[in-house]
């Protein structure tokens, strides 16, 4: 079925160019070059044959490029990340990471399979077919994340089994349903069980003791929740992989440094997990994550090693990762090593980026189906009507710079039975609109300490279902905010005095945009101006606090189109009290 990807080394060309009987296609010459398998730097050239490394020391080419007192490295490595998080287009996000030195990334189209399902996932491996970047896929394993809310699919093991013929496709995303494998839930066990010698990456924040073990004994390799030292060194103590991770959400990596040692050093990688547009502009991809460690007095070439061959040896990849004979031309250039900007990115011998520009187009199309996910229903104010049999309500209430959010108790205003919202003492009505089907669900609550003092704001990139979320101090600049993201198939809206303040379309599953990353950072700036405006604090970033506010995962109190989650008991809870 799937034939992309089954690339076969020209063997002749490779040992004629490596023994010297015919010139190689490239020669980077005089290079510094990191070897590693000694993680040392050494003088040579790196002899380039069809799309591979013939060889490295002293070589005549075709082309020739002097690179004296440059530095020479593999191309970087994400080990996790999902592409949806950057806002764009997978063709965007790879001009985006390419340009900084990434070629390989272990994806999970996580997002888009719970909005597309099977349609989201083969959008994902198509679009990515010819980009200069090596984009592995691991299948998602939690669609949807959890059995209270409604996402656009149900993915089962059977519907799963179709892709891992794809060549491209390594294991099993991550299992975020810890519980399930713990209690040896069919469904999970199914998933584990299709890609039984194969990789299955864990998402178990938290988890310790026996019940680590058994989430480790059912088949997880790798974990990269993990938030101080501890936690990872006893991961890695019973053999499972660490990635160290620096996301725009969650940033870890510097807390789980004192966890590298020279032992557990081959078991950690670098991942992003969720970069947003604004950080992959302004700081970079895996580049970022390499000048930090180091910044932080990691070892060169440990970082340099977590950074390119440990991913490719932990998803089994054996010609990825190392600048030496038969692996991938998949080469960086730096002038230095402080601000780990590459000058030269080849992607398999083929220059593909130069001093922060891309050096390629785009070739894919994008269907109809991915563009069409719009699907709400009744768009009414009647669904914003809060039942109050009590003047105390459950008001989620955030905590600043945080994911987690604390349940609480407190006296709402009151107008007839339903609770109002009441901006002068910051507490806004939040709702989360199904958007797959048509349902007309709708769950709604309350939210303190956002800041929000007038107006609305709705988006499609809610996680993990995707569903529509929307903050407001106003029912009707809610209902606008809705609608309008109806109206651009999906993305981010501000309203305010019953007007559309501003908006940003995404119009692939509502949650990317075919546009380039510069122009989506920019817009999305303007975004956060509005929204400061109307008085959100500072110390919260409007549009990813809002996306994290419906993922039922996180303690202590979320909202689905279900309605109001406590998660500690993991149950939905009716706001009036």
């Not at 494998?181 to 938290?206: F, N």
């Not at 600048?323 to 080849?346: E, R, S, T």
């Not at 990139?461 to 979320?469: E, G, K, M, P, S």
Request: net charge negative.
């Amino acid at each position: 079925m799937y034939l992309e990807g089954l690339n076969i080394k020209p063997l002749q060309q490779l040992v004629d160019a490596a023994i010297g009987r015919r010139k190689a296609d490239l020669i980077l010459k005089n290079a510094t070059i990191f070897n590693v398998f000694t993680g040392e730097f050494f003088k040579g050239d790196v002899a380039v044959a069809g799309g591979y490394i013939a060889g490295v020391g002293r070589y005549e080419g075709v082309r020739e490029i002097d690179v004296s007192g440059k530095y020479v490295t593999p191309g970087f490595f994400d080990a996790h990340v999902h592409i949806e998080s950057a806002m764009v287009s997978p063709f965007q996000f790879a001009r985006a990471v390419v340009a900084n030195g990434t070629t390989s990334v272990a994806a999970d189209p996580h997002e888009i399979a719970n909005v597309l399902g099977i349609e989201g996932i083969r959008y994902m491996l198509t679009a990515t077919e010819r980009l200069p970047l090596n984009t592995y896929v691991m299948l998602p394993s939690c669609v949807p994340s959890t059995e209270l809310e409604h996402s656009g699919a149900k993915l089962s093991a059977q519907e799963l089994e179709q892709f891992l013929c794809h060549p491209r496709v390594l294991g099993l995303g991550e299992v975020m349903d810890y519980p399930g494998v713990l209690t040896c839930k069919r469904e999970v066990l199914e998933k584990l069980q299709l890609v039984s010698g194969r990789r299955i990456d864990g998402h178990a924040p938290g988890l310790s003791g026996k019940e680590l073990t058994a989430y480790i004994v059912a088949g997880v390799n790798s974990d990269h929740e993990c938030v101080t030292p501890e936690e990872a060194t006893e991961r890695l103590a019973q053999g499972m992989h660490i990635m160290l991770r620096e996301g725009s959400a969650v940033k870890n990596l510097r807390q789980l440094l004192p966890a590298v040692t020279a032992r557990t050093m081959p078991l950690c990688m670098l991942a992003t997990d969720d970069r947003h547009p604004e950080d992959l502009q302004n700081e970079g991809h895996i580049n970022h994550l390499v000048r930090l460690a180091i910044e932080a007095g990691t070892d060169l070439s440990w970082t340099l090693t977590m950074a390119t061959k440990n991913a490719a040896d932990y998803f089994g990849i054996p010609d990825v990762g190392a600048i030496a004979p038969g692996y991938k031309a998949d080469i960086l250039v730096f002038d230095n090593l402080k601000d780990w900007c590459p000058i030269m990115v080849f992607k398999d011998g083929q220059l593909v980026a130069e001093n922060g520009q891309v050096l390629f187009e785009e070739v894919q199309q994008v269907s109809q189906t991915v563009k069409n996910s719009m699907h709400l229903g009744e768009i009414t104010a009647e669904k914003l009507r809060i039942s109050a049999m009590s003047s105390t309500a459950r008001v989620i209430d955030l905590v600043p710079r945080q994911l987690v959010t604390r349940l609480v108790e407190t006296q709402v205003a009151r107008v007839g039975e339903e609770f109002v919202a009441e901006p002068e003492r910051d507490i806004l009505k939040l709702a989360v609109w199904e958007r797959h089907h048509a349902t007309g669900h709708v769950g709604v609550g309350l939210l303190r300490g956002l800041g929000l003092s007038r107006g609305a704001i709705a988006s499609t990139v809610a996680h993990d279902a995707h569903n529509v979320i929307v903050v407001g101090a106003c029912d009707e600049d809610m209902i606008l905010a809705v609608r309008e993201l109806e109206r651009i198939g999906g993305g981010i809206a501000i309203t305010g005095q019953n007007k559309v303040l501003g908006s940003l379309a995404l119009p692939l599953a509502g949650l990317m945009s075919q546009q380039d990353i510069g122009w989506v950072s920019l817009e999305l700036a303007k975004l956060h101006d509005l929204a400061r405006q109307l008085g959100v604090k500072e110390e919260y970033d409007p549009f990813m606090t809002l996306a994290f506010l419906s993922l039922p995962v996180i303690p202590e109190a979320k909202l689905t189109d279900a309605g109001l989650v406590d998660v500690i008991r993991f149950q939905l809870v009716p706001v009036s009290v």
